[in-house]
């Protein structure tokens, strides 16, 4: 793209001082339809870093206007950008053409990573390209600044110097870390898990790459902060500014030696010195992380791991008889919670226990995190006298103390008083104290059940509603049989039609020179003639077949002939003479419209 200018400059004198070759080029179609099509492949290295970028070209020669192939498959690489070239060749009269397709792809991860050949059908032929292997390693391999391809400057080429191209480049001094709390731990202990930025220059954003599911470990990811405030460290002589920028809590489902791959990020670099202080993206990725786990003992086998804390209560310690009560168990560490099973209240003769109502909550502190998890046990009383509820245990491994901890509860005695109310009127559950079938039961209450709301077609507007329809029905079907088919279309029917269409034209009149047209219109509606045919003579002669008498055929007239000598007459009537004929009009015509119904 920098060489845009100075090939412009080439062919214009070309262009201007040799016009046989304009003429070669009108040729051109002939000479290279025997030349031969291919489809070629190159990559701009067989060695990158895992922050680098690889150059993917395919080359189409002598094939018209190729479909840029679909890189989509790819696995172990993500296309990050794309861009089209095409270059023209004439040579002894012959002339070629090819059309390349640049790839920025990006490794996902590191080892030797195969790119398959890629496959491109043209005319019934199927060419392939050369199959790659790329080492990738960690790191940057490239020399300066690691950034990504972007578009060209408008200002880049040989007319116009960009006044940023020869400044020197900004040095990048940024790196990412992880870290984790324990290099060895037990089988679903929490690990802290967090990525650092250690960097000298201005970050805007970071973006996290990489998948965020490790293989052999249950994760929970912290909230990502809005702001982040640094700490300085001193690495090698060199102060550092260190952001946190992920933090995550692991817990191990397997045992053996797992390993956390590398994530990549993309960092946004303040550039201060592009034009409209735009920002710089780089990427980063942080080292391979070994972490060895362990089983529990034997006798911490399938106990949950971590610190925790343990308590039943009971909202009192006295209840009616008929009353349902409420145990509120709760546990909370730094262990799993999700994966806590809290102990069974038992039941006994005396006490009925219902399935309990679990809920969880996750905390994020600084050094871990902190799950709660809340049981709402409900239970009955069958009668009277003192209900005992036993102590329970809560067993979990200490990774610290290297010990199975036992906690247990106090033990609940509730004094049951009161008398047994009779079946069909006990007391049930409220609606937010039972679950079954993992949905809440928000219907049941004191004394039978029964049907809130009675059904729709019991209701006493049912019967009104069912006959409105019926009548609406009934009226649409009349009208579409009856009314459309026949009455609508009827003479007499028409007739008054005409007639009220002319008396509402002539409420709207607002002049003398109005009126003539009026009448026009009315006459052609009831006489079947046409606009030109109308003459003081025809309607003369039409009224007077029609039993009209002389004297309204005058007046007929005499109001037409007015009304047309009123758009060249000076004087205006006023507005009360002009409703004295509007009125003398509307009888006129009613007359008229009664004389000519009955031939």
């Not at 090819?98 to 790119?115: A, D, H, K, N």
């Not at 809005?226 to 995550?248: F, L, M």
């Amino acid at each position: 793209m920098k060489k845009t200018g100075r090939s412009l400059i080439i062919s214009l004198p070309a262009f201007f001082l040799a016009p046989a070759v304009i003429f070669a080029v009108l040729a051109i179609p002939a000479a290279s339809a025997g030349a031969d099509a291919g489809v070629t492949a190159e990559i701009s290295s067989e060695k990158i870093g895992l922050d680098d970028t690889l150059l993917y070209t395919l080359t189409f020669s002598n094939i018209d206007n190729p479909a840029q192939p679909d890189l989509s498959y790819l696995d172990d690489f993500k296309v990050l950008q794309t861009s089209r070239s095409s270059e023209f060749q004439l040579r002894n009269g012959a002339s070629t053409t090819s059309i390349r397709f640049t790839y920025y792809l990006m490794p996902t991860r590191v080892g030797r990573l195969e790119l398959p050949e890629a496959r491109y059908r043209h005319q019934g032929r199927e060419y392939r390209t050369q199959a790659f292997t790329i080492e990738v390693v960690k790191g940057s391999l490239a020399t300066g600044s690691t950034t990504r391809p972007g578009q060209p400057s408008l200002f880049d080429d040989d007319f116009f110097a960009s006044p940023f191209r020869d400044r020197q480049p900004q040095k990048v001094e940024a790196y990412l870390r992880a870290v984790l709390s324990k290099t060895s731990c037990l089988k679903g202990e929490q690990l802290l898990f967090r990525v650092l930025l250690y960097t000298r220059s201005r970050i805007e954003a970071v973006n996290m790459l990489s998948s965020a599911s490790f293989a052999g470990f249950w994760q929970e990811w912290f909230p990502v902060p809005q702001s982040i405030s640094p700490t300085s460290e001193n690495v090698n002589g060199v102060i550092y500014q260190v952001y946190e920028v992920r933090k995550a809590a692991l817990f191990a489902s397997e045992s053996g030696n797992l390993s956390i791959p590398s994530l990549q990020f993309e960092l946004q670099l303040a550039d201060a010195g592009a034009a409209f202080f735009g920002s710089q993206p780089l990427r980063r990725s942080t080292q391979e992380v070994n972490v060895q786990v362990s089983e529990p003992p034997a006798s911490a086998a399938g106990l949950p791991v971590g610190q925790f804390s343990f308590a039943l209560e009971s909202p009192g310690e006295k209840a009616d008889v008929n009353e349902i009560v409420t145990l509120r168990m709760r546990i909370s560490g730094t262990g799993n919670c999700k994966a806590v099973i809290p102990p069974q209240v038992p039941g006994s003769g005396m006490v009925q226990v219902y399935p309990a109502k679990i809920s969880q909550e996750t905390a994020y502190s600084p050094a871990a995190m902190t799950g709660i998890l809340r049981a709402e046990i409900p239970v009955a009383f069958k009668q009277k006298g003192e209900a005992t509820f036993p102590a329970l245990e809560f067993r979990y491994f200490d990774p610290s103390r290297r010990a199975v901890v036992s906690l247990r509860s106090a033990p609940i005695r509730i004094q049951v008083s009161g008398e047994k109310a009779p079946s069909g009127l006990e007391r049930t559950l409220p609606g937010s104290a039972v679950i079954q079938k993992g949905e809440d039961i928000d219907f049941i209450r004191s004394g039978p059940l029964r049907a809130r709301t009675l059904p729709i077609h019991r209701r006493a507007w049912f019967p009104f509603l069912l006959a409105g329809l019926f009548i609406f029905n009934l009226l649409v079907l009349l009208k579409i049989t009856a009314w459309d088919r026949f009455i609508a279309t009827s003479a007499p029917l028409r007739r008054r039609r005409v007639l009220a269409r002319a008396l509402k034209r002539i409420d709207g009149i607002r002049s003398p020179e109005e009126i003539a047209p009026a009448m026009e219109s009315y006459f052609c509606a009831k006489s079947g003639l046409g606009l030109s045919e109308v003459g003081d003579r025809r309607i003369s002669e039409v009224l007077a077949e029609n039993a009209v008498p002389k004297t309204s055929i005058d007046k007929f007239l005499f109001i037409k002939g007015q009304s047309e000598l009123a758009r060249f007459s000076a004087h205006k009537k006023s507005a009360l003479e002009l409703k004295r004929d509007l009125k003398a009009l509307k009888e006129l015509f009613r007359e008229i419209d009664s004389k000519m119904n009955r031939q």
